[in-house]
């Protein structure tokens, strides 16, 4: 066995380039002995495979191209030139004789295996290849390695080489933890997870675990040796959610948008890492030794112990990384802003998948320029193609493919041109990380407004002032793009200031700083840089006002009550302060104003600013009815709109028509009914949304579909509940008449966070009493059994907290005290019961009607404690013979049978109607009336007085000391001394 497994990681080495992996290395064995064949017959049965043709040797190549890829695979640079053309040559003589490519990578493998480090000629090679089987074996045997997918099976034995020490690198990585970076910026909170089978989703023998603050992961144990892939979580340095999935080849210690596209070109290609690596360095313009599987760009772009050159790499690569981001998440919010695909997840899957294909598609050139809008449209359209998505999907994309590709063009300019600092890393670092934010902010606007077919305005964002006064505030709100645990923001934008510090506000105050007012026009002069800021003595606007720039306090004031009117502003001079601060004033002139902050509608309203020809940066923040009513103007000047109050669908559609530059921000509640009208991208532009009124099963399905997690209760009847259809998401759950326990189970097995309540429920005894408390407890009015429960399910029935309506019907058999009887309403025994029976019957609670016959001894049946169990009987049936009195007669006549040969005793005065079938009658000394029935009866007399009225049989008195009167019926016989 030992020799066979030898054999196999030999020639599947040779094959494959691969480790088999336990669970193919156990499969080969089993196939070989079972075909009772060799190493040669499954090398010779692999070959035909797709996944031999696919990704190592086509069945298109000739002999002497698969002979010469095969040796220079299998050999590489270990071989000399001479000696390769000898061995290509040898292979082809062999193809030509009728040898198989199976025959010859058998052999080829078998060759390499007996030869010693020593030779001269095939030593090297050689080694190298005893030295990769080794590394399978390891895997393979040693460590029972789990993966089945051919890629990570090719990581095991991709380094190793002919030096002996990369078997033991390759094996202590296996042994240890796989640990290193999700990087955008770095990625927090995303979950990782190792992929064996290739198949993109976290399977149950495959392990994960949660990025950490600063994006770090670690995976242990030989399970964590797989294809990484990377989804959710938040960007550190923009603050927002990451948006789709990063993925890499196994052994890869960073997880990027570059080390996906390598994977995509390992995994749609058919090459190896290292050549898909090669391919994407060159593609890309990046410098070629860059490992970019093991490269982290952000921590190499801020070394202090590297030189400037070193770092200037890092930097493209951050940068490059950058680009990437933005031209695969515009791109994906085009197909599904057009419905090419139904999530932006599947969107930028394909996006990748095509990029990454275009990348080895000799038609570019050599390289793909990521500011070019001709090779971006190409990734688009190669997108909306492979998608095959229907005419009008692929027409929408089409008409606004030049758009998108100008926009990714555009954005993509302003991210190469953060290298032009190449002295302030962590400046490019904040630069580039404002650029993103940016970019997300058109990404979600694209796909809000691409079925509207016109991206003219979300185009007109990324160039000119439009693009610049977006990237200032975004500077503002940036995060930490270093990942030293501090926010990096720019306090003052266009301050003149650089740095990427938080505390990067002025410097030590210099140069002057001059005011002047004439004619009431107030202007500023002097040499000091920076914002220009005011401070009054009284109320903005109308008081006097003091000046400073650069933190240098000019000399003068003005006077805005007396004698200034307006302030006009030179080129290069920015004002800046809140809007309250700049109440009525007229500010005019070339330069900027910014106002910080948040201002209402109302303070803008009160600055006139209408004749600044330089850029204005504010943002609003007011309720919903202060900025609908706002001019469309000053909401299109905004950067961000800040809605304080919950908004309708109808007005947060007006404020996303606005063409302002930043982020819109608010929170919706509506009706289910206008949620259900509107679309996933409107949605997905609010914070929380929140349905108003409780929404119907229907709405429900269409709402949970939304990708924007919506706040909603669901209130609907019974017969629309189908499980899952937008319950698990809701918060209450209502049912609004009467439902079955399978209705009510639905609805206690959702996942709902709120309540869960129906109005009533009706079902079957057996259906209820295999429910449970918690579906009952639910029900809001009565809880009924529609059948009559047995005695085992009332039991079930009445230990429920929650009372059910029932009834009883069993067979005398199951009858047991208190066992769901107290608690029923009406109980029904289907056979005889006895009377002790009858008594648990009569004793029982149950609010209804009881209904059961009786059949016992005469001497049950009349005892006194049974007494009104007994007369509640619908019948009665008596045996054996007994002694009773009138009452207990009374009793039971009417409702008794007594069977067989029967004697009834009277012992009381008596007034009898004769019981069917008993036969034999004995009076007392009393005085008794007795009306017989049809049947013959036997009567003794005692020795009073009695009357007996005869049936149709033949009756026999003896009579007894008194009077004994026989009238009427059949024949009749007298004994004593009475005529009949």
């Known amino acids: 066995m030992k020799t066979l497994k030898s054999e196999i990681l030999r020639v599947i080495q040779a094959t494959f380039d691969a480790a088999p992996g336990a669970q193919y290395l156990n499969s080969f064995v089993n196939y070989i002995e079972k075909s009772n064949g060799s190493t040669k017959h499954l090398v010779n049965a692999l070959v035909k495979t797709d996944a031999f043709k696919q990704s190592r040797y086509s069945d298109t190549l000739t002999n002497n191209e698969f002979a010469t890829q095969f040796v220079e695979n299998i050999v590489g640079s270990l071989a000399s030139a001479e000696n390769k053309a000898w061995a290509v040559s040898e292979i082809e003589t062999m193809l030509t004789k009728g040898y198989s490519r199976g025959d010859v990578i058998h052999d080829a493998a078998m060759f390499l295996a007996s030869k010693e480090s020593s030779d001269t000629d095939w030593g090297a090679a050689a080694l190298q290849f005893n030295n990769k089987v080794e590394a399978a074996r390891y895997y393979s045997i040693e460590k029972n390695g789990p993966a089945t997918d051919l890629s990570v099976l090719q990581g095991i034995t991709a380094s190793v080489t002919n030096v002996i020490d990369t078997v033991d690198d390759i094996k202590r990585i296996l042994d240890s933890e796989v640990s290193g970076k999700v990087i955008d910026g770095y990625i927090k909170s995303a979950t990782i997870f ?153 969107a930028i899957n394909l996006v990748y998948k095509v990029f990454a294909t275009s990348l080895v598609d000799t038609k570019i050139d050599g390289w793909f320029d990521l500011t070019a809008n001709n090779d971006i449209a190409q990734i688009i359209q190669g997108s909306i193609l492979e998608k095959n998505a229907d005419d009008t999907q692929r027409l929408q994309g089409e008409l606004l493919l030049a758009d998108v590709s100008q926009a990714i063009a555009n954005l993509n300019k302003a991210i190469a041109d953060v290298l032009s600092n190449k002295t302030d890393a962590g400046l490019t670092l904040n630069n580039l990380a404002a650029l993103q934010i940016v970019a997300e902010n058109i990404e ?83 040499t000091a840089s920076g914002n220009i800021t005011i401070s009054w003595s009284g109320v903005a606007g109308n008081s006097v006002a003091s000046f400073t720039r650069g933190g240098v306090k000019a000399g003068a004031t003005v006077d805005f009550l007396e004698s200034a009117k307006k302030i006009v502003l030179a080129s290069g001079q920015t004002l800046g302060g809140p809007a309250s601060n700049f109440s009525g004033l007229v500010i005019d002139g070339v330069g900027n104003l910014i106002l910080t902050g948040d201002s209402t509608v109302s303070e803008l309203a009160v600055i006139d600013y209408s004749a600044l020809l330089g850029y204005v940066i504010y943002s609003i923040k007011d309720s919903i009815l202060a900025i609908v009513g706002a001019p469309i103007a000053v909401l299109d000047s905004a950067t961000d709109i800040t809605a304080v109050d919950a908004i309708t669908i109808s007005q947060a559609a007006t404020i996303e028509a606005a063409t302002n530059s930043g982020v819109n921000v608010y929170d919706i509640t509506d009706t289910a009914e206008n949620l259900v009208a509107s679309s996933n991208a409107q949605l997905k532009l609010a914070g929380t949304v929140t349905a108003s009124t409780a929404a119907t099963i229907a709405q429900a399905t269409t709402i949970a579909g939304f990708a924007t997690g919506v706040v909603y209760s669901v209130s609907d009847v019974a017969a629309n509940i189908a499980a899952g259809a937008g319950l698990n998401e809701a918060v209450n759950i209502t049912i609004t008449d009467d439902a079955t326990i399978a209705q009510a189970t639905t609805i206690e097995n959702a996942g709902n966070s709120g309540s869960k309540s129906v109005a009533t429920i009706t079902d079957t005894a057996a259906a209820i009493a295999a429910s449970s408390d918690a579906v009952l407890a639910n029900a809001a009015g009565a809880v009924t059994a529609s059948t009559a429960a047995t005695i085992a399910q009332a039991a079930t029935i009445a230990g429920f907290a929650t009372g059910v309506v029932y009834s009883v019907s069993d067979v ?22 006895t009377a002790a029976q ?20 005469f001497a049950n049946i009349t005892m006194a404690t049974n007494d009104s169990a007994v007369a509640a009987a619908t019948t009665i049936t008596a045996t054996g013979s007994t002694s009773i009195n009138d009452t207990q007669h009374d009793a039971i006549a009417g ?33 008794n009336n007795i009306t017989l029935s049809d049947s013959g009866h036997s009567i003794t007399g005692g020795s009073g007085t ?33 005529s009949c």
């Open 194 to 346: 190792a992929d064996l089978n290739g198949d993109g989703v976290l399977n149950e023998n495959e392990i994960s675990t949660i990025t950490d603050n600063f994006g770090n992961f670690s995976l242990a144990g030989i399970e964590a040796f797989g294809n990484l892939i990377a989804a959710g979580g938040i960007d550190i340095s923009t603050g927002k959610s990451f948006e789709g999935g990063l993925s890499a080849p196994a052994g890869s210690s960073v997880v990027s948008p570059l080390t996906t596209l390598i994977y995509e070109i390992v995994h749609n290609n058919a090459l190896s890492v290292n050549q898909a690596s090669a391919i994407a360095l060159r593609t890309l313009s990046l410098n070629e030794n860059i490992d970019l599987v093991n490269f982290d760009s952000i921590k190499e772009s801020i070394r202090s112990d590297t030189d400037a050159a070193t770092q200037e790499i890092a930097i493209l690569v951050q940068v490059t990384a950058g680009q990437i981001n933005t031209l695969v998440g515009l791109s994906a919010a085009l197909l599904k802003g057009v419905g090419i695909t139904t999530n932006e997840d599947d």
């Open 895 to 927: 409702k008794t049978t007594a069977t067989g040969s029967n004697t009834l005793t009277v012992t009381d005065v008596a007034s009898i109607t004769a019981i069917p079938s008993v036969e034999t009658y004995i009076l007392g000394n009393f005085t």
């Open 946 to 978: 009695d009357t007996i009225v005869g049936g149709s049989g033949v009756d026999t008195i003896t009579g007894g000391v008194g009077a004994d009167i026989m009238s009427g019926g059949g024949w009749c016989r007298y004994v004593y001394d009475r």
């Open 444 to 526: 979600t606007a694209i796909e809000a407004n691409a079925s509207t077919g016109d991206l003219m305005s979300v185009l007109a964002k990324t160039v000119g002032v439009n693009l610049t006064r977006a990237v200032d505030t975004a500077r503002t709100v940036v995060k930490d793009v270093d990942g030293n645990g501090t926010f990096d923001a720019v306090k003052n934008p266009n301050s003149g200031n650089s740095g990427n510090s938080g505390n990067s506000g002025n410097s030590t105050p210099s140069g002057t700083f001059l005011v002047s007012e004439a004619n009431g026009i107030v202007t500023f002069g002097g």
């Open 838 to 857: 009858a008594k648990t019957i009569d004793d029982a609670g149950n609010s209804g009607v009881n209904s059961y016959a009786v059949s016992d001894t």
């Open 812 to 833: 005398a058999a199951n009858i047991a005290a208190g066992a769901g009887l107290n608690e029923s309403v009406n109980i029904t025994i289907a056979d005889s019961v």
